[in-house]
């Protein structure tokens, strides 16, 4: 990945809250990344890969929950990825292995693979990469003979961090096969692949923000998608030029979206848009949002709505913000985002709130949490003089809540996947 330089107070607070190296940065630390991956994939396997591929892990600047309302997302990707190195075999056998501690070696044979059901645990993390070949096998005609792979995966993309871990891996295993197989799968077509494996096998009904992040934002930039027709644009998000540093505030309070309560939401946001005689919430106009509101017998899925239609309206003012040249000014539409998050949509808590809270009252610009809520992590926008202060401030408001410490880094938007080797 690469990740530009970091500010000092954000290589402060990255040692102090985080033990993950950039596992793909510039230069020499994504050629090493690469080696270390490499070697150990021969170690695994007993001969080197064809190959070494990387997909990142993202943020999200704004835009949350809206991506299956077909609404508007702002994602930048992160210097944190997942690494695969693979080659191809010829005998109908698919053999995973990640490089946890406590992973083991997944052999399942490919004629063999079939959709996990909803909440379903029978492959693990593996049934992440096992649902990217079914998806391929599914959707690609030139995979149809597809005779197996072996894959090794190094990963510095925290899990249950609401930062796409499950995404990175995902694309990195489509990119990695794509090339193996000349595919000529380009980022689009990988993102879909993946979110049709995380939907269709794994069971979690996600839109497909995570996967477009993973595949397509470019370095220097966030990236303003349309999750309904897939057009794109790179924003510049040069924060350092600005005097400003954006932090990544994991929790550690494990998310799981597919435990019902991700579900739960899309499903209500689902049967507000059929009472609304809409195609998606994306449809309601924020200035008739009143009259839609009105329109709903159901108490439940009114906050739903709301969070759906002023969301969006927030990603458009943000990149009205951005293309003004007026960074500074978007995080009071961060921290409206988190209001809405926390008592609209309900998906908070509190070591969020308290990221939210603690940042601010220290001098942040603005903060929200990020992701699919529920645990995970939070983005602060501060000034880069302020950035440390910041950092310390919110750890010391965890110590004193007896939560947990969290870990702090700062975020420098970087490339999408790619092949290193």
């Given at each position: 990945m690469t990740a530009g330089e970091t500010t000092a107070a954000g290589r402060d607070a990255a040692s102090r809250g985080t033990a993950e190296t950039d596992a793909a940065g510039p230069g020499a630390t994504e050629a090493a990344a690469a080696e270390t991956t490499a070697a150990a994939f021969a170690e695994m396997y007993g001969e080197p890969p064809a190959g070494v591929w990387a997909a990142p892990g993202r943020v999200n600047l704004?835009?949350?929950?809206?991506?299956?309302?077909?609404?508007?997302?702002?994602?930048?990707?992160?210097?944190?990825?997942?690494?695969?190195a693979a080659r191809r075999r010829d005998d109908g056998v698919l053999r995973l292995h990640s490089g946890d501690g406590e992973s083991r070696l997944t052999e399942l044979a490919v004629d063999r693979i079939d959709p996990l059901t909803v909440g379903g645990d029978r492959g693990g993390w593996a049934a992440y990469p096992a649902g990217v070949v079914?998806?391929?096998?599914?959707?690609?005609?030139?995979?149809?003979?597809?005779?197996?792979?072996?894959?090794?995966?190094?990963?510095?993309?925290?899990?249950?961090?609401?930062?796409?871990?499950?995404?990175?891996?995902?694309?990195?295993?489509?990119?990695?096969?794509?090339?193996?197989?000349?595919?000529?799968?380009?980022?689009?077509?990988?993102?879909?692949?993946?979110?049709?494996?995380?939907?269709?096998?794994?069971?979690?009904?996600?839109?497909?923000?995570?996967?477009?992040?993973?595949?397509?934002?470019?370095?220097?930039?966030?990236?303003?998608?349309?999750?309904?027709?897939?057009?794109?644009?790179?924003?510049?998000?040069?924060?350092?030029?600005?005097?400003?540093?954006?932090?990544?505030?994991?929790?550690?309070?494990?998310?799981?979206?597919?435990?019902?309560?991700?579900?739960?939401?899309?499903?209500?946001?689902e049967a507000a848009a059929r009472t609304l005689g809409v195609p998606a919430l994306r449809d309601v106009p924020y200035a008739e949002l009143d009259a839609a509101l009105a329109r709903l017998t159901d108490p439940a899925v009114r906050p739903l709505v709301r969070h759906v239609v002023t969301e969006d309206r927030r990603v458009e003012e943000c990149i009205a913000l951005l293309d003004a040249g007026r960074t500074r000014d978007i995080g009071p539409v961060l921290l409206a985002g988190h209001a809405s998050l926390r008592d609209d949509f309900r998906v908070s808590c509190r070591e969020l709130d308290v990221v939210v809270e603690s940042s601010v009252a220290a001098g942040a610009l603005g903060a929200r949490m990020t992701g699919g809520g529920f645990g995970g992590s939070a983005i602060v926008l501060a000034g880069t003089d302020a950035a440390d202060t910041v950092g310390k401030a919110v750890e010391s408001a965890f110590a004193a809540a007896d939560f947990g410490p969290p870990r702090i880094f700062a975020a420098v938007p970087g490339a999408g996947a790619r092949r290193l080797v």
């Open positions: 704004i835009g949350e929950h809206t991506d299956y309302n077909d609404g508007f997302v702002m994602p930048l990707a992160l210097p944190h990825t997942t690494l695969a079914w998806a391929l096998r599914r959707t690609v005609d030139a995979f149809a003979d597809f005779a197996g792979a072996d894959i090794h995966y190094e990963s510095t993309v925290p899990t249950g961090a609401g930062l796409s871990s499950s995404a990175a891996l995902e694309v990195s295993t489509a990119l990695a096969l794509s090339d193996l197989y000349g595919l000529g799968l380009d980022p689009v077509g990988l993102a879909k692949v993946g979110q049709h494996a995380e939907n269709d096998f794994v069971g979690v009904p996600s839109g497909i923000m995570d996967q477009m992040a993973s595949a397509c934002c470019t370095a220097g930039n966030v990236l303003y998608l349309d999750t309904r027709d897939l057009t794109q644009r790179a924003v510049p998000f040069d924060l350092a030029a600005e005097g400003l540093t954006l932090l990544v505030v994991d929790t550690q309070v494990k998310h799981a979206l597919g435990d019902g309560e991700y579900a739960e939401r899309r499903a209500g946001c």
